[in-house]
C-alpha cells in the first residue's frame, strides 16, 4: 500500500467506478472548494473520500480499484440505498447483483450466491459470523456508508467460508465538514420511519470529528398480526493522533421487538397434493403472543498509521454482543383445501446469546524487485464466537384454528420454566495470510496469497457434544490481470475452498467439512471517462462433501430437532454474470446486471433446484432537472423448484416473476426534499422463498411510503 497521499488518486479512480453516484459526486460543494485548503492534511483528505483500507479491498486485501481486481465486485452507495428507500440490509441485497435475497420468514433472511449460501459477512473489513437468528440481514442501513459484494471464494481474507459471496458492510464515519440530515416516512400498513445523521467537528482544527446516526420504525405489515418495533442508534469518532495516525472508535445499539412473529412459514401444498398457491399473502401461522426480540450491542476500534515509506499499519477490534427471546410456534403437516385445518404444532420459548470478539492486523505497502514497484499486504486474524441456547417446552394442551379463519391465532401458551434442552457452541478460528501485487509487465500484473487458518469448533447439546479440529488449512489464492488496452482489463483467478460443515447425517455424525476449488475469468471496462464500468464474467466452481438436505430423510434426527443432510460429491457450479453501471451521460444512472447459474452434482442432476438459474437486476435514476429526479427498478427471476415434497412427492414450482419498483423525489429547496416510492407496482403474487423447512413465504405486495427530508 503506497502512502496516503499517493493513493488518493488511485481512490478517485475507483470512485468513479461506483454502481450508483460515484464517491467523487458524493463530496459536499462546500467540501470541494475547501480541498486547495486542506490538500496537505493526509487525513482530512481521507475523510472526504474515505479511507483507504476500506476501498476494494474486500477480495484480496489489497488497495486495488475495481478493474484491478480479478473477480466480481459491485458496490452500492447511500446514492441507490436513499433513493429506493432500502431500510435493511436485507433490502439492499434485493437489489444487489447475482444475489437472491430470500425471505424465509416474517423475521428471517437468507442469502444466495452462485448455487451456496452467504455465509461471509464483514463490518469494514472484519469478517464475522453471519447467524440468521441473529441480526446482521436486518441491520438498519442508516448506520452503512455503502455495501461492497465480491462474488466467488473469498477464502484468503476470511479463511473458511463458502465460494459465493461475502458482503462487506462499510460504516459512516466523520464528514470533513459538520453538517446532517433529518427524515420522516409515512408508509403502507402504518408504517412510520424517522431517521437523522450528524457529523460535527469537535475542535477549531477539524482534527476531532464525531458522526450519530439514529432510526426509529413501527408499523404492521401486509401479514397478518404482524407488527415491527424497530430502534438503531450509532455512534463514531474519529481523532487525527498525528498527520500520520488516526483513531476511530464507534458503536451501535440495535433493539428489534416485532410481533406476531413467524417461525416457518406456510405450507406449499394441501393434503390433496395441490400447491397452495391460492392462499392470501397476509396468511399467518403465528400468534398475538409470538415474538422474536432481539438486541445487539456493538463495538469497535480502529488504528490506522502511515509511514514516511509508503507502509501503512491498520489494527481492527471488534466487539459484538446478541441476544434473542423469542415465543414461537412452529406449524407443519399439508392442511385439508376445503377446511383449511390439519396443521401439526411445535411450540417452542427460545433462548439465546451470542459473543463474538474478532482482531484483525494489517500491514501494507511497496517494494522495489527486478526494477519494478510491487505491493504486498500482509495480515492476521483472531475471531471467537460464543453462542448459548435454551428451549423450553409447554405441556398445554394446543387446538390450531383454520387458515381461512384464523383470528388471533392459537391461544397464548404456559411454557416451562425448566429447559426441555441447552446448547452451548464455541468457534475459534486463527489465520494469517499474504497477498502480493506483482507488476510484471506495464499492462501486466499477478496477484498471488495464500492463507494458513486453525479452525476450531466445539458444541455441547443433548443430541451432538464433541469438538473436531482443522489444523493449518491451506488456502492458496492467484489471479493474473492484463490490460488490452487504457480502458478495458481481462483477467482470471483461482482458489481453493475450505468450509467446515455442522450439518449431520441420518445417524447423528458430522459430514466434514468442503473442499474443493474455483476458477473465474472475465473482461472489465471504464467507458465515458471512467464514469461508466461494464463487467463479465464466467466462474466454475467443483466442491466435494457439500451438505444438502437427505432426500430419503425428512424429518429429524431421532431425538433432535435437526433435519438430516448428506454429502453430495462432485458439485458443481459453473455461470456467466455481467454487469453495466454508472453515468454514461451526466444526467442518468444506471446499475444493470444479468447473472445465470447451473448447479449440478456428479449425476448431473440439480441440486439446488429452489434457487433462480437466471435473475435481471436493472435500476435507472434519472435527473430530470436540479430539482427532480426519477427510478425505476426491476428485478427478475427464472422458475424454480422443489422437488418430492408434497404429500404424494409432487413437486412445487414457482413460476418466473419480476417485480417492479418506482421512485420519485422533488427538492423543495436547496435543503429539503420530498420522495414518493412504489415498491411491487403490479402487485406480483409471489414466493420469496419455498425451501426454508420445504414451506413458502410471501412476497410483499404493492405498497408505497411517501418521505420528507430536510439536510443542514
Not at 335 to 361: C, I, M, W
Not at 420 to 428: A, I, L, M
Request: charged share 20%.
Amino acid at each position: 500500500m503506497v502512502h496516503f497521499k499517493k493513493k488518493l488518486c488511485g481512490l478517485a479512480v475507483l470512485a468513479l467506478m461506483s454502481p450508483s453516484l460515484s464517491f467523487a459526486q458524493n463530496i459536499d460543494e462546500e467540501a470541494d472548494q475547501q480541498n486547495e485548503e486542506v490538500k496537505e492534511k493526509i487525513f482530512e483528505r481521507i475523510a472526504v473520500i474515505g479511507s483507504p483500507l476500506d476501498r476494494a479491498t474486500t477480495a484480496t486485501g489489497l488497495p486495488l480499484t475495481l478493474r484491478e481486481t480479478p473477480q466480481s465486485i459491485s458496490v452500492i452507495d447511500r446514492t441507490f440505498i436513499e433513493s429506493f428507500a432500502l431500510d435493511t440490509v436485507a433490502d439492499v441485497m434485493q437489489f444487489a447483483p447475482g444475489i437472491q435475497a430470500q425471505q424465509a420468514e416474517t423475521d428471517r433472511f437468507f442469502f444466495r450466491a452462485r448455487g451456496r449460501d452467504v455465509t461471509n459477512f464483514q463490518f469494514d473489513g472484519v469478517p464475522i459470523s453471519y447467524n440468521s437468528f441473529f441480526s446482521e440481514a436486518l441491520a438498519d442501513s442508516v448506520v452503512f456508508e455503502r455495501v461492497e459484494v465480491v462474488r466467488g471464494a473469498t477464502g484468503l481474507l476470511t479463511g473458511a467460508g463458502e465460494p459465493s459471496a461475502a458482503i462487506n458492510l462499510i460504516r459512516k464515519r466523520p464528514k470533513l465538514n459538520s453538517g446532517g440530515y433529518a427524515s420522516a416516512s409515512f408508509g403502507s400498513w402504518n408504517n412510520i420511519r424517522l431517521e437523522a445523521d450528524h457529523s460535527q467537528n469537535l475542535n477549531p482544527e477539524g482534527d476531532i470529528r464525531a458522526r450519530v446516526a439514529i432510526a426509529h420504525e413501527k408499523g404492521d405489515s401486509y401479514v397478518h398480526l404482524s407488527e415491527k418495533n424497530n430502534t438503531q442508534l450509532y455512534a463514531v469518532i474519529s481523532a487525527d493522533i498525528s498527520d500520520k495516525t488516526r483513531l476511530t472508535i464507534g458503536t451501535d445499539h440495535s433493539k428489534r421487538d416485532p410481533k406476531g412473529s413467524m417461525w416457518g412459514a406456510l405450507p406449499l401444498f394441501y393434503s390433496d397434493g395441490t400447491q397452495t398457491d391460492n392462499l392470501d399473502v397476509g396468511t399467518t401461522t403465528a400468534s398475538t403472543w409470538n415474538s422474536w426480540a432481539r438486541n445487539s450491542t456493538n463495538a469497535f476500534v480502529k488504528i490506522e498509521h502511515a509511514f514516511d515509506n509508503g507502509w501503512d499499519l491498520q489494527v481492527d477490534v471488534e466487539h459484538r454482543e446478541d441476544d434473542m427471546n423469542g415465543y414461537l410456534l412452529y406449524l407443519s403437516g399439508y392442511p385439508d383445501k376445503a377446511t383449511g385445518e390439519g396443521l401439526g404444532t411445535s411450540p417452542n420459548h427460545y433462548v439465546s446469546d451470542r459473543e463474538q470478539t474478532s482482531f484483525r492486523f494489517l500491514a501494507s505497502g511497496p517494494f522495489e524487485l527486478f526494477g519494478r514497484e510491487h505491493q504486498l499486504t500482509t495480515g492476521a486474524l483472531y475471531s471467537k464466537q460464543d453462542v448459548k441456547a435454551s428451549s423450553y417446552g409447554t405441556n398445554d394442551e394446543i387446538t390450531v384454528p383454520s387458515l381461512y379463519n384464523w383470528g388471533k391465532g392459537v391461544n397464548k401458551l404456559n411454557f416451562n420454566n425448566t429447559a426441555n434442552y441447552s446448547t452451548t457452541e464455541g468457534h475459534v478460528q486463527q489465520g494469517i495470510y499474504a497477498a502480493v501485487k506483482l507488476n510484471l509487465l506495464d499492462n501486466l500484473t499477478a496477484i498471488l496469497g495464500n492463507r494458513i487458518t486453525n479452525y476450531e469448533y466445539e458444541s455441547v447439546s443433548p443430541w451432538a457434544s464433541g469438538e473436531y479440529k482443522n489444523d493449518s488449512v491451506n488456502t492458496p489464492y492467484a489471479g493474473l490481470v492484463y490490460d488490452i488496452a487504457n480502458n478495458i482489463s481481462v483477467y482470471t483467478s483461482y482458489t481453493e475452498i475450505f468450509q467446515p460443515q455442522e450439518a449431520r447425517d441420518i445417524n447423528n455424525k458430522q459430514i466434514g467439512p468442503v473442499e474443493g476449488s474455483n476458477i473465474e475469468l472475465g473482461v472489465k471496462g471504464d467507458f465515458f471517462s471512467d464514469s461508466l464500468t461494464a463487467s463479465f464474467a464466467v466462474y466454475k466452481v467443483e466442491e466435494d462433501n457439500l451438505a444438502v438436505a437427505d432426500p430419503n430423510n425428512q424429518e429429524p434426527i431421532p431425538g433432535t430437532s435437526i433435519f438430516p443432510s448428506i454429502g453430495v460429491k462432485g458439485a458443481k457450479s459453473t455461470g456467466y454474470e455481467v454487469e453495466l453501471n454508472g453515468r454514461p451521460i451526466d444526467s442518468v444512472n444506471i446499475f444493470l446486471s444479468y447473472t445465470h447459474n447451473d448447479a449440478e452434482d456428479a449425476s448431473g442432476a440439480d441440486y439446488v433446484p429452489y434457487l433462480p438459474e437466471d435473475m435481471i437486476k436493472a435500476s435507472i435514476l434519472y435527473d430530470i432537472s436540479e430539482e427532480v429526479m426519477l427510478g425505476i427498478n426491476a428485478n427478475w427471476q427464472s422458475e424454480t423448484t422443489n422437488p418430492n415434497i408434497g404429500p404424494n412427492g409432487e413437486t412445487f414450482v414457482q413460476s418466473s416473476y419480476a417485480i417492479v419498483n418506482l421512485m420519485a423525489s422533488y427538492k423543495l429547496t436547496a435543503d429539503l426534499q420530498l420522495s414518493a416510492n412504489i415498491n411491487n407496482l403490479f402487485d406480483e403474487k409471489y414466493f420469496s422463498s419455498i425451501d426454508f423447512y420445504n414451506q413458502g413465504y410471501f412476497g410483499a405486495p404493492r405498497n408505497a411510503q411517501v418521505s420528507i427530508r430536510y439536510n443542514w
